[in-house]
């Protein structure tokens, strides 16, 4: 999926959906080592963790402990979302009407580890980051 990112060139919002434990922090983690972030973080308690190279801005969220997605204005979610970011937002739900529509929307199930992934893609740039997946992988 990383590789369909760069692709792209142009900001793209991600959300990731699931229950606790699915594995929707994993999934970003791995996306965001790929781009050679050797040390990347849970965002549960600061909201948003951001990592930067000469390759990309990647900004993941996690809107769980949110009470009010107006504390989502309160950090600056719009400045997140300048051309080339990508923004990885885990438990969108609790940030509706704050955050930005998602491009795709990856929904994560199971258990153990057997893991369900099902993408949705929202826009034409979405559309086009699930061609590039099915080129790849199908």
């Given at each position: 999926m990383a590789s369909c990112l760069e692709k792209l060139i142009s900001s793209t919002v991600i959300y990731l959906e699931g229950e606790l434990g699915a594995g929707?922090?994993?999934?970003?983690?791995?996306?965001?080592?790929?781009?050679?972030?050797?040390r990347v973080?849970?965002?549960?308690?600061?909201l948003v963790e951001s990592?930067?190279?000469?390759k990309v801005n990647i900004h993941h969220f996690d809107c769980y402990r949110i009470s009010d997605p107006e504390e989502l204005e309160y950090i600056g979610i719009r400045e997140y979302s300048d051309h080339g970011n990508i923004q990885l937002i885990e438990w969108p739900k609790f940030g509706k009407g704050a955050?930005?529509?998602?491009?795709?929307?990856?929904?994560?199930?199971g258990n153990d580890n057997y893991r369900d992934m099902l993408f949705n893609a929202n826009t034409e740039k979405g559309s086009r980051l699930l061609q590039c997946l099915e080129l790849q992988y199908f």
């Amino acid at each position: 999926m990383a590789s369909c990112l760069e692709k792209l060139i142009s900001s793209t919002v991600i959300y990731l959906e699931g229950e606790l434990g699915a594995g929707k922090t994993t999934l970003a983690r791995g996306l965001i080592q790929w781009y050679g972030f050797a040390r990347v973080k849970s965002p549960t308690y600061t909201l948003v963790e951001s990592y930067q190279n000469d390759k990309v801005n990647i900004h993941h969220f996690d809107c769980y402990r949110i009470s009010d997605p107006e504390e989502l204005e309160y950090i600056g979610i719009r400045e997140y979302s300048d051309h080339g970011n990508i923004q990885l937002i885990e438990w969108p739900k609790f940030g509706k009407g704050a955050i930005p529509k998602a491009d795709i929307i990856i929904t994560i199930s199971g258990n153990d580890n057997y893991r369900d992934m099902l993408f949705n893609a929202n826009t034409e740039k979405g559309s086009r980051l699930l061609q590039c997946l099915e080129l790849q992988y199908f």
